[in-house]
């Protein structure tokens, strides 16, 4: 069965702060790797990762995929308030649906 | 910049109703799918559709649920009896290409609860 763990599940970090998500995976057929931010509702796409060693970055937002150790981190420097969210990790397999784990709960005091 | 659109945002229903759930993809995409999430739970897929059929289903996708693209622009999940546990919120998402890589995009949700 396909699976996806992250951790930790949840975060408290101050302002400025910066944080590391891990996600690791077990699937068959892996094809991409997704982070999503959610906030209030849907979750918003950030990355889609398919090679290993490649970072991906967006602003203060990175991530990088170890295909050969099934994870992926996604980090954020300098935090703010408003990166206060659940990020998602999630497989894809193909065409078949993604795969998603539990999430990080992350919360930036001010 | 498109979006995926779900209405209602909200619904409130009793036991033993059905509900429909509605949901506009993203124009000229081609797959669509239905994810649920139960207040502290991960998210879950239900269903995915392509080419006027559904092409996987779930567990949770049993006989009580049923999808249906009705015109060229809306995807609806219907639920015929609701029960206390299909209380969540349901997402849907969609993807352009009919290939593996491609990247779903979700619409806002519509939290479903059972009373």
């Known amino acids: 069965e396909d699976k996806v763990v992250q951790s930790p599940l949840s975060l408290v970090v101050h302002e400025g702060d910066t944080v590391t998500l891990n996600c690791s995976y077990e699937v068959t057929n892996f094809r991409s790797l997704l982070w999503y931010k959610q906030e209030k509702k849907a979750p918003t796409f950030l990355f889609m990762l398919?090679?290993?060693?490649i970072e991906k970055k967006s602003g203060r937002l990175s991530s990088i995929l170890d295909k050969k150790e099934l994870f992926s981190i996604l980090n954020i420097t300098a935090t703010q308030t408003g990166d206060s969210a659940v990020y998602l990790c999630a497989v894809n397999s193909g065409n078949t649906p993604l795969v998603f784990g539990k999430g990080t709960r992350l919360s930036v005091i001010a | 910049e498109p979006e995926v659109t779900q209405t209602p945002s909200h619904q409130v229903t009793q036991m033993g109703q059905e509900v429909i759930l509605r949901c506009v993809p993203i124009s000229n995409h081609l797959y669509f799918y239905w994810y649920r999430q139960i207040l502290g739970q991960k998210v879950e897929f239900l269903v995915s559709?392509?080419?006027?059929?559904?092409?996987?289903k779930s567990e949770i996708f049993d006989d009580q649920f049923s999808v249906e693209r009705p015109d060229g622009s809306n995807f609806t999940l219907k639920i015929r009896s609701t029960k206390l546990e299909d209380s969540a919120m349901y997402f849907c998402?969609?993807?352009?290409?009919?290939?593996?890589?491609?990247?779903?995009?979700f619409g806002p949700g519509t939290r479903l609860t059972v009373l």
């Open positions: 398919t090679s290993s060693g």
């Open positions: 559709f392509y080419n006027n059929e559904i092409s996987e």
């Open positions: 998402a969609s993807k352009r290409l009919a290939i593996p890589l491609d990247t779903q995009y």
